[in-house]
């Protein structure tokens, strides 16, 4: 089992832009992060795979990016162009089988779950 490590949260206004970390501390061919906001349930918002290939909420696609790096057993979410509703606890996950397209609806279907980390996005 891998440990998964969120960081770079924080508050930030309507148009800023966050970068967000997971270190991870084994491999997993896909990650993913995903977001729950109060009240609302968990979504999917941007998965990777090993041969690099991703998938996108579509309320994020062109905002936001995920990468890894495999050197530093990190993975990233450069998120720009915030907005209110990106208001959200955000959690990094690790899979080993799945596509990215069909993993980003499918949460249940990811093995290890980070702690997570907030965003907060004011207008």
């Known amino acids: 089992q891998v440990q998964l490590v969120e960081s770079g949260g924080g508050s930030v206004q309507a148009g800023g832009s966050l970068r967000l970390s997971c270190v991870v501390s084994?491999?997993?061919?896909?990650m993913a992060w995903f977001r729950q906001a109060p009240g609302k349930e968990r979504e999917g918002v941007a998965v990777?795979?090993?041969?690099?290939?991703?998938s996108y909420a579509d309320s994020v696609k062109g905002r936001f990016t995920v990468s890894k790096d495999n050197a530093k057993s990190t993975l990233y979410l450069q998120m720009n162009s915030l907005k209110p509703e990106d208001t959200a606890m955000y959690y990094c996950a690790a899979g080993v089988s799945g596509s990215v397209s069909w993993l980003l609806q499918h949460a249940n279907d990811f093995d290890e779950w980070g702690q997570g980390t907030l965003v907060t996005v004011s207008s």
């Open positions: 990777i795979a090993g041969d690099g290939s991703t």
């Open positions: 084994g491999y997993r061919y896909f």
